[in-house]
Structures are given as C-alpha cells and as structure tokens.
C-alpha cells in the first residue's frame, strides 16, 4: 500500500463518507477509486459489444476446455 497526501475540499470528504457509509477518509476514498475502476471497467466491456466475433457456442466455451477435467 502506498501513502498519498492530497488535498480534497471538506465537503467532499464529507459528502463521500456519507454516500458510502464509510467510517474513515481512507476508507470512502479507496471506496470511491474502486467503484470509479469498475465502472470504467465495464464501460469499455460494453463498448466493445458487437465487435468482436467468436467461432464457438457458448456452451463449447463453458465445457469445451479440456483442461478443466
């Protein structure tokens, strides 16, 4: 874990803790940079809807893997 010093208006701290139900800053913040990860996440999965093309069902994806027994 790395230790940041940053400046962050009191009101948003506050409005964070709230938001989150978090009992500490350190806790709202490292809440808030993994829910914004998430969602940048899944924002680029659904961008690529439609765009990619795959040669087996989905059934052969789920049980096709040999290696899985």
């Known amino acids: ?5 940053i400046t962050i ?6 409005d964070l803790m ?3 139900k ?5 806790q709202a913040v490292i809440f808030a940079i993994e829910e914004m990860i998430k969602k940048q996440k899944l924002e680029k999965i659904k961008n690529m809807a439609g765009k990619m093309e795959f040669d087996m069902e989905a059934e052969e994806l789920r049980h096709g893997d040999k290696r899985l027994g």
């Not at 874990?1 to 010093?5: C, D, H, K």
């Not at 208006?9 to 506050?14: A, D, F, G, K, R």
């Not at 978090?22 to 350190?26: A, F, L, Q, V």
Request: aromatic fraction near 0%; hydrophobic fraction near 25%; proline fraction near 5%.
């Open 9 to 14: 208006p009191q009101e948003l701290i506050t």
């Open 18 to 20: 709230e938001l989150t």
């Open 22 to 26: 978090r009992k500490n800053k350190t």
């Open 1 to 5: 874990m790395a230790r940041t010093t």
